[in-house]
């Protein structure tokens, strides 16, 4: 099995190994490597982009999905955007032509409603009519009529600055405009920090698309996915070309915004219950005083901090003092990275958000428990710094998310051993004993264990 390599070209002194191309590839340009073992040596063959995109045969072939085709071979592939152009590319030149992209539901219904708009509208222009048996709104048709006359890259710069995912046809692309423009721009997933958007085959769902993770060195694939009605990540969408410092800042919102689930609404909390107005960190004695308040704000915040009061102030006050140096003094801005950085504890709202997209993703949906309690202990071994068990577990959950059969305790005497018809791909016995545990006492010690140790319960 070859395996496949995409990189910018270091020198522009290879040619594309491609029959009938052999084309220099220019420094910069993507060019993708495909490597085999020849007798004892790795050969690896380059080709300009251009010719690799009609796709390896092994992707040709198979009716492999290129998002998954991508993310087991392009394993190196960490540049959205370069994901983004490379499915696009290996979509269309699928072996079985697909069908056309179906526009949205959502867009065939606005169109309707905006064409009917412009039959009765021979005067002066008026504002725009909705029929009310219609399930389009007057605010989704005003939106519509904003950017529906825009060229297609027109429209992906909106998406571009708010940090959201630029694939699709036109109307797809309208589509996510109107959505984030009437209900906020997506924020990023909360588990991976991947981007999400409007599914490309049922535009009343979100689904996150899977992100690079740095410590695994790796794309993961994630399965997260909320209707877009209850989707909870939304934040202002932004309108005017910002500048590169700004959309730096974006994207570091859109990854706050899943990850501390609403900090902004926290530190509101917080103004009315403790009393910040005289803290100042720029004098040694107002530091004194206010790390304890600080400390004060984030327990009310509920920051998952340290239980221990000592070990939580020094934390806040190294924190604290990284802030200074950079020039932050503004308290809710320290808040806020303290909050950043180490989490929010979920309200009992957004744990059950968490335990229904566990449910809603599965193939099963009475299996979520189980994706939930591998989920977890993923968490916690990240936030431990062990990697290499959080992306065990990440396996765990992904192989119950997409377990065909509701498991019972017959299934879980088998699922771990190899060859067997339940065996599951990426569950040890160990992960099994989990759920057996879970099944019997409704609980994981190792959970407990790994939140003790972590200073969280
Ligand atoms: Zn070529
Ligand atoms: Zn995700």
Known sequence: ???????????????????????????????????NMKDDHEMTAWKCLKCFLPGPKSFKQSDSDPVKWCADNLTDLRDDATVEMVLEAMEATLAKPKPAPKSPEKMLK??????????????????????PSSSVS??????????????TDAIKDYLRWNDMMLKGNKDQIL???????????????????????????????????????????????????????????R?????????????????EANKAAGKTGGIDGKIAVKAELVDMDDVNITTPDGL?????????????????????DHAAKVACAQIVMSQK???????????????????????????????????????????????QIFKTLSELYMKDGNFQASNTYKKAAKAINECSYLIDDEHLKHMHKPKHEYKLEGLGKAAVDYMKEFKKTGEVGKIKEKKEKLGML
């Open 325 to 371: 140096t950079e020039g932050v003094t503004a308290i809710d801005a320290i808040l806020k990275a303290i909050a950043t950085k180490f989490g929010v504890k979920k309200t009992a709202e957004q744990e059950a958000d968490v335990a229904s997209r566990a449910a809603s993703s599965c193939t099963i949906a009475e299996n979520g428990p189980f994706v």
């Open 288 to 308: 004194k005083v206010a790390v304890p308040k600080i400390l004060q704000a984030c327990r009310v915040m509920n920051v998952e901090l340290p239980a221990d």
């Open 235 to 251: 934040l202002p969408f932004v309108k005017v070309s910002p500048s590169d410092d700004e959309i730096e800042k974006i994207v």
């Open 110 to 131: 606005i169109r309707a409603a905006a064409e009917a708009n412009i039959i009765d509208d021979d005067g002066p222009k008026k504002k725009l009519k909705v029929d």
């Open 1 to 35: 099995m070859p395996t496949y390599h995409i990189e910018k070209s270091k020198s522009g002194r290879a040619a594309c190994k491609a029959k009938g191309c052999g084309e220099k590839i220019a420094k910069g340009e993507y060019r993708v490597g495909t490597t």
């Open 175 to 233: 589509n996510k405009v109107i959505d984030a423009h009437i209900r906020g721009r997506l924020g990023r997933c909360p588990d991976c920090e991947g981007k999400v958007s409007i599914d490309e085959d049922d535009d009343e769902v979100i689904k996150c698309k899977g992100s690079w993770n740095e410590e695994a060195g790796c794309r993961v694939t994630c399965f997260n996915q909320w209707p877009k009605e209850k989707y909870p990540y």
């Open 138 to 151: 007057a605010t989704e048709l005003d939106a519509f009529e904003i950017y529906s006359g825009m060229k």
